[in-house]
């Protein structure tokens, strides 16, 4: 059942402490959307532009937020609750923010500045706390539902007591519910039964290019009471309500109702004497409309029509106050895109912004003096401004503590590397996360393990065989009570570690955004992994550039990887994804070839993970099995957690050089053995990590035109490469975009000959594959002939 939270309780009057509150609240809203539009205006028509180009910022869907947030700042949000504000209402956040003394004006009048407020709110980028970074829409809305299930777990596990959980709360405009990612959430969110979940919808009915569609009145209402939500819908303000039983009422309230959007939209834009004539010739043959619509002057007219709930701090707080449980809860706040603004309503409000006439007139009616604009209480007069102020100050919103430094979890100097003579790296992995699941280190109770349906495909099954599904309530195994024999021994419970997901890659990365955020959002730090077929690593691209955005730390597994999958063909085969492991920032992207390589990188990664000034990292696995090399000694090992280490150190003045990455390492070998008869000394370099020798040969040029920097040493791609001669040949050769190695002849000015996948992959074995896409053996041979033919 919808429920519209403004007609749950009779029109008594308010109590006087009540009545105090909400015109306190009504006098925050007005101060925080004079300060966002002011914000926006500053730096668009007086701040000096250099280069020309308009700064932007969204003044109309700020002040459709402002009574929202003023309420849910001050009068709702508890100590633990956490908010993930709509992009376009990030100006609001700063004003809130400023007003408790919290944020600079240097920092507002650089608003969209570099080192000022970012155009959308960011926990790494602005210096006021920032619960969940937004910006790319929708995303922001569903991990709130992932970082509840996170909260559960934590509690769950004990390490967040119940009576401490907090709502997750989003701040969403109605067209973000476009958003696919946000029906994904919530079908996910259902089988996990999540609670503590707020969704707040400033439902204004306009987006950037047009319109909601009518024929949406109350399908998002269905989709989400369907999904296990109670939906809240605030409609009509206190003052429609008041008409609504006055005689001719009802009509007024039914022609309301089936208004067209749009129509709604162009008569809030043209004011009170467009209403009247718009009601008149629609209803005013009704019994006592004439009457109705007569008693308002056009001022009060254009007042009544736009008194939505949205607007009505009494409607709100009534309506944040009936949902005070753990029921994940939508509130569906109608309000008007640029309310109390001379934009309301106008279809192009939303990049639209008010001129300098009209900021000034919106500065006279609020009462502020020229150059008072950035006073922070300007207009309300002494003794309400001190009021004003106690209110915020003494809200739970101000005295929330910031986020704390969470404990690091130990990490054991070495894990063990798996037997075997032949292993492949997704085996290796397993194997691995298998012995940390049995072990009595903390650190097998802090890994947490996700996957999207792909949990056995990508080796996390013996990891889940020891540790168990997670479910806040126990579900039994059938099988297992029936005796049937299955390798997938799956008990779910509480207890459990793994959280099992459906196939939809947004939510596995939002998942993971969510886990890799435990330690600052409840102080409490988890070592998340996530496996993911590699190429799907691009279905969930936006979710993971978002988390990692945000600084989230999480261990990404992608596999198996590239053609060598071979028998799945094309859609199965990964080809661009060492790029995107080296374009992603905050992550860092290893591709190791054998399994002692796998246990240094995962040792590395789990370490890595919880350093501040880490990232998380990303292993692209294979499931092809090859022979293990034997090894001398360890000194390899701090080369490959740099991004590469000879595996055959050239010999002096070496004027060649096989360079591979991963799951080729045989073919680099063969053709190694092979041409090193004929070129005595030719080397043969193991890139662990296109990611970091990139970055740091980048970063070594970049630090050239730094003057803070004067002895600057070389990178280690550039100290690898020196062991070879001035002008030598690379041949590059790994199962992946031939672009992640063939930049390397750009760092000494050396030839290549660039072998790689750059076609999408199709059916086949191993040896056929290899020898169409030229991966094997000979083909490097050929390449390192063709370096010295056209030399």
């Known amino acids: ?67 929202i947030m003023a309420a849910l700042y001050f009068h709702a949000l508890r100590p633990k609750d956490k908010v993930a504000v709509k992009p376009h209402a990030g100006p609001v956040l700063h004003a809130i923010h400023y007003m408790l003394g919290k944020q600079s004006r240097d920092n507002l009048i650089n608003f969209r500045g570099l080192g000022g407020v970012q155009s959308y ?77 707020w969704w707040i919808v400033d439902y204004n009915r306009q987006s950037l290019d047009s319109t909601t569609a009518d024929r949406m009145f109350r399908r998002f209402d269905d989709i989400f009471e369907t999904c296990g939500w109670r939906v809240i819908t605030l409609k009509y303000g206190k003052l429609q309500q008041a008409a609504f039983k006055k005689p001719g009422g009802k009509a007024l309230e039914e022609w309301i109702d089936n208004c067209p959007n749009a129509d709604f939209a162009v008569l809030t834009y043209k004011g009170g004497e467009a209403w009247r004539e718009r009601l008149l010739a629609d209803i005013g043959g009704k019994t006592n409309i004439k009457k109705l619509i007569a008693s308002y002057d056009d001022d009060q007219l254009g007042a009544l029509m736009t008194n939505l709930g949205g607007h009505c701090m009494a409607s709100l707080t009534e309506a944040f106050d009936a949902a005070d449980d753990e029921l994940p809860t939508m ?13 309301a309503g106008h279809k192009d409000n939303h990049s639209g912004m008010m001129n300098p006439t009209q900021i000034h007139g919106f500065r006279d009616r609020m009462g502020i003096s020229e150059g008072d604009e950035w006073e922070p209480y300007a207009g309300l007069g002494d003794n309400m401004a001190a009021e004003l102020k106690a209110f915020m100050e003494n809200s739970a919103f101000a005295k929330t503590s910031p986020e704390g430094e969470a404990d690091a979890v130990p990490v054991p100097a070495r894990f063990a590397v798996p037997d075997g003579d032949d292993l492949s790296t997704q085996a290796a992995f397993g194997k691995i996360l298998f012995d940390l699941a049995k072990s009595d280190e903390e650190i097998g109770n802090r890994i947490v393990t996700t996957a999207p349906d792909v949990t056995q495909t990508t080796n996390l099954g013996a990891f889940v065989n020891q540790r168990g599904l997670f479910r806040r309530q126990e579900v039994a195994d059938v099988f297992r009570q029936a005796k049937i024999p299955s390798a997938q021994k799956w008990a779910a419970h509480a207890a459990g570690q793994h959280i099992e997901l459906g196939i939809a890659e947004n939510n596995f990365f939002l998942m993971l955004t969510s886990l890799g955020l435990s330690a600052p959002h409840f102080g409490t730090r988890l070592l998340p992994v996530g496996t993911v077929y590699d190429p799907f690593i691009a279905r969930g691209l936006d979710a993971l550039n978002y988390g990692c955005y945000q600084d989230a730390r999480f261990l990404l597994v992608g596999t198996p990887s590239g053609l060598t999958l071979a028998g799945e063909g094309g859609a199965h085969q990964s080809i661009n ?29 789990f370490d890595h993970m919880q350093k ?3 990232s998380s990292v990303y292993l692209r696995l294979s499931t092809r099995s090859i022979a293990q090399i034997d090894r001398s000694d360890d ?61 740091g040969w980048s970063a070594r040029r970049a630090g050239r035109w730094n003057n803070a920097q004067t002895d600057i040493a070389p990178s280690h791609a550039e100290h690898l490469l020196s062991a070879l001669a001035p002008g030598a040949g690379l041949v590059t050769i790994l199962d992946g975009s031939p672009g992640a190695l063939s ?49």
């Not at 509130?331 to 934009?343: M, S």
């Not at 994804?577 to 990664?605: K, Y």
Request: proline content about 5%; aromatic content about 8%.
């Open 1 to 67: 059942m919808v429920e519209t939270a403004s007609t749950q309780k009779d029109d008594l009057p308010e109590s006087t402490d009540r009545a105090d509150r909400i015109a306190r609240l009504e006098a925050l809203e007005q101060r925080l959307r004079w300060l966002s539009s002011w914000t926006v205006h500053n730096a668009n028509h007086i701040r000096p532009k250099r280069d020309g180009l308009k700064v932007g910022g969204h003044q109309a869907s700020c002040s459709s937020m402002t009574a």
């Open 612 to 614: 501040p000034d880490g």
């Open 635 to 695: 000194a390899w090992e701090v080369d490959a957690l740099k991004g590469g280490y000879w595996l055959h150190q050239p010999g002096p003045e070496t004027e060649a050089a096989i360079v591979f990455t991963g799951a080729v390492a045989p073919e680099a070998m063969e053709a190694w053995k092979s041409l090193s008869e004929d070129m005595p000394g030719l080397g043969l370099l193991n890139v662990t990590s296109p990611d970091l020798l990139h970055r």
């Open 121 to 197: 709110p960011s926990r790494t980028k602005d210096s006021i706390p920032v619960d969940f970074s937004t910006g790319s829409v929708g995303l922001g809305v569903a991990v709130t539902a992932f970082s509840s299930l996170v909260q559960d777990y934590l509690i769950a596990h004990g390490r967040v007591q119940n009576e401490d959980a907090g709502r997750m709360i989003a701040l969403m405009g109605d067209a973000e519910l476009d958003e696919g990612n946000i029906y994904e959430c919530l079908i996910e969110g259902y089988k996990h039964n999540i609670r503590n979940c």
């Open 331 to 343: 509130f569906i706040a109608y309000t008007v895109k640029g309310f109390g603004l001379p934009l």
């Open 743 to 791: 930049w390397l002849g750009a760092v000494k000015g050396m030839r290549v000959s660039p072998l790689g996948t750059d076609r999408f992959g199709q059916t086949g074995d191993l040896l056929d594959l290899y020898r169409e896409y030229r991966l094997d053996a000979e083909a490097i041979i050929d390449a390192a002939a063709e370096l010295f033919l056209e030399n």
């Open 577 to 605: 994804t060492p790029l995107i492991g080296m374009g992603q920032p905050n992550l860092d992207f290893f591709e190791p070839a054998w399994a002692d390589e796998v246990a240094l990188m995962m040792r590395h990664a």
